[in-house]
Structures are given as C-alpha cells and as structure tokens.
C-alpha cells in the first residue's frame, strides 16, 4: 500500500533500511529511497544521517553518484534550519561541474525555493552552459536535449519568468519541447506561482476554479473542428521579424498591407465556402523556433503557413470574424465592424 501518514513513511524507510542490509549491491538505491520518506515523514535529521552513511570514506561501497548524494543532502539541511552547511555544499556541487543533470537541478531548485532566485538562475545557466550549448552558439547540439536535461530548461525558464527576464534562446527552446498546452509563460507567471505556494484558501480555492475553467476551454477547442488559419504579426512582431530577417520584406511590404492581405484572404476564403476560420498571432522567438525544430531558415517563406498550422493545432486559433461588437483582431482597439470589418 502507498504510504500516506508520516507513520507510513518511517516504516517504509525503516524496510528500505533493512532491505539494504541483505542486498549490499543495491545499497545506494535503497538508501536514497529511504531518505526520501523520511524526508516525507518530517524526520530530516534522519534523512541526513543516511546520506551521510552514504558519502562516508569507510563505507562498504563507494557511492556511484557522491554529488547527486551532496545536492540531496544540501536540500533536506536547508528545509530544516542548516542553510549555512546547505549552502556550502551546493557551492561544492557547482564546483564540481558534474555531468549529470540531476545535482544542478536538485540544487538550482533549492536555491528557488528559498527565494534566492539569482543564484538559482545562475545555477541553472553554468548546468546548461556545460551541458547544452546556447542554440544557435558555437557548439550547440544538433539534437533535442535529452529527458533528463529538460527540468534545466523548464527550470531556468521558470525563474528568469520570476526574475522578469526576456527571453532568450534557452527560454525560447523550453518554450519549443514543452508539451503542456498552457504556455511556459502562463504556467511559469508569477502571480500563478504564488497563489499555489499560498496558505489561504481562498486564493487556492481561485486558482483550482480558473484551472479548471482552463482545462474546460481546452476541451472545447479540442472538440471543434480543425480550423484553417492564417498567420498574423503585430506591429512589434512583425518589425523584429524584419529587421533580423530583411529578405521576408518581399512577404511583408509593410504592417499595413500584412492586416489588409489577412482580411482580403479570410473573406475569400469565407465566399469560397471555407468553414470554420480562424486567424493565429505569431512572435519571432516562436517562429525562430519552430524553423530549428524542422531543421530550416526563418528566412524560408514555405515555413509561415507550416508555422500557421502548427499554432492552429495547439489551440492557438482565434475564430474569425469577431462576434458582432466585439473586438477587431488586428488588435486597434476599435470593434471588428468600425475596422477591418467594414464592408
């Protein structure tokens, strides 16, 4: 049975414990779990006594992962009042640059957790700087990160979204292998994050309810039918587009002209008999990632209805046209009928 009460967690760590003691060769496995739920169970000092069972010069075994043992033990010291000894081990974790994922991120996130927010991004950027070059930068992999290194980027992406950082290639990666349907920026906002870390109910109560209202409007969406979308650029979006891309200006005459080829295309599209449209609103960092993620140029202009369909599919579409009164898409401010709705 899974254990629920800390009683339960202590019997299962003292079980671990004993387990261990008749399999010598799994030591370090069964060890790590028992620490976990004691842990669990609220008895942290014991916990610590494990990891250091583990990490002792004179244990029967040599521990096969000593730093992923230390960034363990330096998070359970600091949950309960050691942050001085906490700290100085995961400066040791640092230091010791392993090549393994998991010490940085357990260490990145204890940092997070108790609010030293700079050094947790510092932490996670020197892991993804010995691990995963920059995108774009000189020895960047030429394929997806692997499992195990995601909860760096979903991690840095999380506290750089806290610090109020822009983006920048990492982020925009994170943003790219996330298979959550909410996006990075919206799961990782930061009234969001601490309306769950909140003790009053009330505020949890509120969140639980617009989750759910969420998870509503996605199935909602999932239910319609696919919609035919057409790619729009805000005026912003559209000159970074530009700027970094000149030769799309051929595409892209100008902002004007980019709003009035959307509407004339939707309306032809609409007296064709075309059902269901919709239009989607792209940003450069997510086109630029899209682009690497099918191996082509943003400067290729095959990609932009490619792009189109791939936000369509996630649930990005808004449906045109606006319901009478409401908003334009352009984005103007004034009602769809008062702007591009104009007959």
Same mark, same amino acid.
């Given at each position: 049975?899974?254990?629920?009460?800390?009683?339960?967690?202590?019997?299962?760590?003292?079980?671990?414990?004993?387990?261990?003691?008749?399999?010598?060769?799994?030591?370090?496995?069964?060890?790590?779990?028992?620490?976990?739920?004691?842990?669990?169970?609220?008895?942290?000092?014991?916990?610590?006594?494990?990891?250091?069972?583990?990490?002792?010069?004179?244990?029967?075994?040599?521990?096969?992962?000593?730093?992923?043992?230390?960034?363990?033990?330096?998070?359970?010291?600091?949950?309960?009042?050691?942050?001085?000894?906490?700290?100085?081990?995961?400066?040791?974790?640092?230091?010791?640059?392993?090549?393994?994922?998991?010490?940085?991120?357990? /260490?990145?996130? #204890? !940092? =997070? @957790?108790?609010?030293?927010?700079?050094? %947790?991004?510092?932490?996670?950027? $020197? &892991?993804?700087?010995?691990?995963?070059?920059?995108?774009?930068?000189?020895?960047?992999?030429?394929?997806?990160?692997?499992?195990?290194?995601?909860?760096?980027?979903?991690?840095?992406?999380?506290?750089?979204?806290?610090?109020?950082?822009?983006?920048?290639?990492?982020?925009?990666?994170?943003?790219?292998?996330?298979?959550?349907?909410?996006?990075?920026?919206?799961?990782?906002?930061?009234?969001?994050?601490?309306?769950?870390?909140?003790?009053?109910?009330?505020?949890?109560?509120?969140?639980?309810?617009?989750?759910?209202?969420?998870?509503?409007?996605?199935?909602?969406?999932?239910?319609?039918?696919?919609?035919?979308?057409?790619?729009?650029?805000?005026?912003?979006?559209?000159?970074?587009?530009?700027? /970094?891309?000149? #030769? !799309? =200006? @051929?595409?892209?005459?100008?902002?004007? %002209?980019?709003?009035?080829?959307? $509407? &004339?295309?939707?309306?032809?599209?609409?007296?064709?008999?075309?059902?269901?449209?919709?239009?989607?609103?792209?940003?450069?960092?997510?086109?630029?990632?899209?682009?690497?993620?099918?191996?082509?140029?943003?400067?290729?202009?095959?990609?932009?209805?490619?792009?189109?369909?791939?936000?369509?599919?996630?649930?990005?579409?808004?449906?045109?046209?606006?319901?009478?009164?409401?908003?334009?898409?352009?984005?103007?401010?004034?009602?769809?009928?008062?702007?591009?709705?104009?007959?």
């Amino acid at each position: 049975m899974r254990p629920d009460t800390p009683a339960d967690h202590i019997a299962e760590a003292e079980r671990l414990e004993r387990t261990a003691g008749l399999y010598p060769e799994d030591t370090e496995h069964l060890l790590l779990q028992a620490a976990a739920h004691l842990e669990l169970a609220g008895e942290r000092d014991r916990a610590t006594t494990l990891y250091d069972r583990l990490l002792a010069p004179d244990a029967p075994q040599r521990a096969s992962a000593p730093t992923l043992i230390r960034a363990l033990k330096a998070s359970n010291l600091w949950e309960y009042g050691h942050e001085a000894e906490a700290r100085a081990i995961i400066d040791g974790v640092r230091a010791a640059a392993p090549r393994d994922p998991a010490p940085w991120v357990i /260490a990145a996130e #204890s !940092l =997070e @957790s108790h609010d030293e927010l700079a050094q %947790a991004q510092e932490t996670f950027t $020197e &892991a993804l700087e010995l691990l995963l070059p920059q995108p774009g930068g000189e020895g960047a992999p030429a394929s997806a990160p692997s499992y195990e290194q995601r909860p760096l980027l979903f991690g840095r992406h999380r506290v750089r979204r806290l610090l109020g950082a822009e983006h920048d290639a990492w982020d925009a990666l994170a943003d790219e292998i996330s298979s959550s349907p909410v996006p990075l920026d919206e799961l990782h906002d930061p009234k969001r994050i601490w309306s769950l870390g909140s003790d009053n109910p009330a505020e949890l109560r509120a969140e639980i309810s617009r989750i759910q209202a969420e998870l509503g409007s996605y199935r909602e969406a999932l239910s319609r039918p696919f919609p035919v979308a057409v790619l729009h650029w805000p005026s912003a979006e559209l000159t970074e587009l530009l700027t /970094a891309y000149p #030769s !799309l =200006e @051929s595409e892209y005459p100008s902002h004007e %002209a980019h709003l009035s080829t959307i $509407e &004339a295309s939707l309306r032809e599209l609409a007296s064709s008999g075309t059902p269901n449209l919709g239009i989607v609103t792209g940003t450069v960092p997510s086109y630029e990632a899209f682009a690497a993620s099918e191996g082509a140029q943003p400067t290729d202009v095959s990609l932009l209805p490619q792009y189109a369909t791939t936000l369509a599919a996630r649930g990005r579409a808004a449906g045109w046209p606006p319901e009478a009164g409401a908003g334009c898409w352009c984005g103007s401010g004034r009602t769809y009928g008062d702007c591009h709705g104009v007959s």
